[in-house]
């Protein structure tokens, strides 16, 4: 069975402060996985994904995140928060060659920056 | 680039009436879905499709319809609104398969009284 756990359902740092949004998952093969960012009233935009090339991968505007396959984890960081970065973010698996009924979201992490 | 387009952004109906909502894209994906969003619960996916002609089932496909008829368009039908399909939905399509990124819509925000 699959899943997709966000371990934070709200996360508050101040402006310039790392950012961690933790996310871990389970799944039967080796999953491509995403994150993808929410800002109010618009669709998801992707972050990042990983696809088991290298373990650290680079998103668009510093987003960063790292897979563990031993600790099954996919953890989203960031060095320095931006007002801008105020959001919901949301983790999501899809096992490789499946049909779209097979992609789970997380329930999102709702991201504040304090100035 | 218009990417995935949906119409309308807004909807309110009363129970009973149907309707149906729009998504375009632009980019010629093969794979297009449809998302319910609801407060806690995420993304649930009602239907989608691996191209023209082919559609199938999701989490939560009661209540809705689907066609493709061509690769660009993939409107999602309301049958007979109810008061729990209060949602925001969102259209979205991606290239070679499920496992590359989704592009999203803005969505639709619908309200049935």
């Known amino acids: 069975a699959q899943s997709v756990t966000q371990l934070d359902s709200h996360v508050s740092v101040s402006e310039g402060t790392p950012v961690l949004l933790r996310c871990n998952y389970s799944s039967s093969y080796s999953p491509s996985l995403f994150w993808y960012v929410q800002h109010p009233n618009k669709g998801l935009q992707l972050l990042l994904k990983?696809?088991?090339?290298?373990?650290l991968v680079k998103g668009i505007n510093g987003f960063e995140a790292e897979f563990k396959k031993s600790e099954t984890s996919f953890h989203l960081t960031k060095p320095s928060a931006h007002m801008s970065d105020a959001a919901e973010y949301f983790c999501?698996?899809?096992?490789?060659?499946?049909?779209?009924?097979?992609?789970?979201f997380g329930s999102g992490t709702r991201l504040s920056i304090r100035p | 680039n218009a990417g995935v387009t949906q119409t309308p952004k807004f909807q309110v109906l009363k129970t009973g009436q149907s309707m149906t909502l729009q998504c375009a894209q632009d980019m010629n994906h093969e794979y297009m879905s449809w998302y319910r969003q609801d407060p806690g619960m995420g993304l649930r996916l009602i239907h989608y499709?691996?191209?023209?002609?082919?559609?199938d089932q999701g989490e939560v496909p009661n209540g809705y319809n689907v066609s493709r008829s061509t690769t660009e368009d993939f409107p999602l039908r309301l049958l007979s609104a109810a008061p729990s399909q209060t949602s925001v939905y969102f259209c979205?399509?991606?290239?070679?398969?499920?496992?590359?990124?989704?592009?999203f819509g803005d969505g639709t925000r619908l309200s049935i009284l």
């Open positions: 990983y696809t088991s090339a290298a373990t």
């Open positions: 499709s691996v191209g023209a002609g082919i559609t």
């Open positions: 979205a399509s991606s290239s070679q398969g499920w496992e590359q990124p989704q592009h």
């Open positions: 999501v698996v899809s096992p490789r060659g499946s049909s779209a009924s097979k992609i789970i």
